[in-house]
């Protein structure tokens, strides 16, 4: 059904780190690329953690971007060159984070309102040698307009696609998704453009390519964290999940050094956005577990219950 359409797993922080995006796509597979959630610069130097997930050798899918925070560009540059120096040949741009304490720092979407530090930015990523950009974007901070001025500045980088969710910062990740705008991008926009927003099932990527045929791609983002078989219904088995879930404990109990508070609420957050059409009461009992032995037992029964 999607085997004409490029399909790109896109960067939840938190979530789709190394770990998750290795035992995604040994387990179930579907995307045809998978992006590092971004990369940020916090009191003068690159997270340790940010490195260590973009790093080739923790990297075991067939194709994977990392990503960097739009910011100011010596941090920009310094991650970038971080990143060429492990290798990789190219880097995505975030230009969507809508959080605003990131926001108003004139960052992710943040950066938006303010073309001239967009201008500045590209400027001096391109001026790195050996390394391509991708652009993954808003309409705007809090007019849904405001990309008409950044898509001017693409030529600067000339960016192997531009990936956009089309809603403002403002909106965060909820409300109307804007199609007039989307579809205006895709006219104006000289380089492949990627849709990325609320796409849930098969038939939701369908529909959007019917709807868009000039898109070079999708992205999707909840959809596949909360059911990682969406683009494969065939794998969609308790065993699957049940394994997804057992790699990923496994990977932040060495991680976390076996700091049994830190594990647990790590595996929490998880299922805060995993599996939602479990069985109500398996989540709520994982959810109130106060020890990784509790949850252990929350989570077998769970599964189980998934099987029956
Ligand atoms: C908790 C959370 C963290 C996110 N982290 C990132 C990120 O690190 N980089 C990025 O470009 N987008 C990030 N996003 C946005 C997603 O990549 C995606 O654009 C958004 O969820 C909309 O797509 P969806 O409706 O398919 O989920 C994040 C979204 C959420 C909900």
Known sequence: MTEDTTILCAPVQGITDCHWRNAHHQIFGGPDHYYGPFMRVEHGEIR???LADALPENNAVQSFTPQILGCRPQDALRMVRALAEMGHRVVDINLGCPFPPI?????????????????????????VEGVSYSVKMRLGWDDPQQWRDIVRLLDIIAPQQVVMHPRTGRQQYKGMLNYDEFAALLELCPYPVVFNGELK??????????????????????????????????????????????RLRDAYTQQLNGGEHQLLLKMKSLWEVFLPQAPRKS??????????????????????????
């Open 201 to 246: 099932t098969l038939d939701d990527i369908t529909r959007i390519k019917q709807v868009f045929p000039g898109i070079a791609g999708v992205m999707v983002g909840r959809g596949l964290i909360e059911d990682p078989a969406m683009l494969c219904p065939e794998k969609a088995t308790a065993n699957n999940y049940c394994e997804l879930h057992n």
């Open 48 to 50: 340790k953690r940010d």
């Open 103 to 127: 926001a108003m720092h004139h960052k992710g979407s943040g950066l938006l309102q303010y073309p001239d530090e967009v201008e500045n930015l590209f400027k001096a990523l391109h001026e």
């Open 283 to 308: 989540l709520k009992a994982i959810k109130k577990a106060t020890t990784m032995a509790k949850y252990n037992v929350a989570v077998s029964e769970l599964f189980y219950s998934m099987e029956e």
